[in-house]
T-cell receptor
Framework: DAGVTQSPTHLIKTRGQHVTLRCSPI?????VSWYQQVLGQGPQFIFQ???????GRGNFPDRFSARQFPNYSSELNVNALLLGDSALYLC?????????????FGDGTRLSIL | KNEVEQSPQNLTAQEGEFITINCSYS?????LHWLQQHPGGGIVSLFM???GKKKHGRLIATINIQEKHSSLHITASHPRDSAVYIC?????????????FGTGTRLQVFP
């Protein structure tokens, strides 16, 4: 079975642009979470979606938004990009909406802002 | 102060050495994950535990809920174990719980 897939793998943008990152969960998984990992730091929680509804949101500005589609795939959108948005964006999927179960991570999208 | 602290931040070892990575947390948790991150960025889940001890191959994870501390041990370390090891705790309850991550321990094992 395919694992969690994220696209694109790498992306270069300039300040002020917007970006859309995509995540396909493992087949059968209904929850998708998004994390931002700045170089040298641990991941930070951005969003969690379960059954197409937002279940949680981390301490990120409104420039960050996400959604989950009927097939449980998800998109993370970031508007008005800043230099500080440069990071590895990770997606994780799980069967249900709580975090005390195995989490399956994708390889991430590395976003660079020039 | 971070809610999840790991030590050491960096660790070097010779092949075959026994390795211990520590994780302390200051919040109430329902479970704790140990994760492995390779240079490319992808993260692999190693363990999830809420009490006691788990073992998988050369890896052992323990947790002491009363002391708010967990350890990851690697026996007979090998260069392929070189990676960043991240501790993440599950904080909150039910539908609103979330993962809080430590900053990771970078392990390098030399032949």
């Amino acid at each position: 079975d395919a694992g969690v897939t994220q696209s694109p793998t790498h992306l270069i943008k300039t300040r002020g642009q917007h970006v859309t990152l995509r995540c396909s969960p493992i087949s059968g998984h209904k929850s998708v979470s998004w994390y931002q990992q700045v170089l040298g730091q641990g991941p930070q929680f951005i969003f969690q979606y379960y059954e197409k509804e937002e279940r949680g949101r981390g301490n990120f500005p409104d420039r960050f938004s996400a959604r989950q589609f009927p097939n449980y795939s998800s998109e993370l959108n970031v508007n008005a990009l800043l230099l500080g948005d440069s990071a590895l964006y990770l997606c994780a999927s799980s069967l249900y909406g709580n975090s005390n179960q195995p989490q399956h991570f994708g390889d991430g999208t590395r976003l660079s802002i020039l | 102060k971070n809610e999840v602290e790991q030590s050491p931040q960096n660790l070097t070892a010779q092949e075959g050495e026994f390795i211990t990575i520590n994780c302390s947390y200051s919040v109430g948790i329902s479970a704790l994950h140990w994760l492995q991150q390779h240079p490319g960025g992808g993260i692999v889940s190693l363990f999830m535990l809420s009490s006691g001890k788990k073992k998988h191959g050369r890896l052992i994870a323990t947790i002491n809920i009363q002391e708010k501390h967990s350890s990851l041990h690697i026996t007979a370390s090998h260069p392929r174990d070189s990676a960043v090891y991240i501790c993440a705790v599950v904080s909150g309850e039910g539908d609103t719980d979330k993962l809080i991550f430590g900053t990771g321990t970078r392990l390098q094992v030399f032949p």
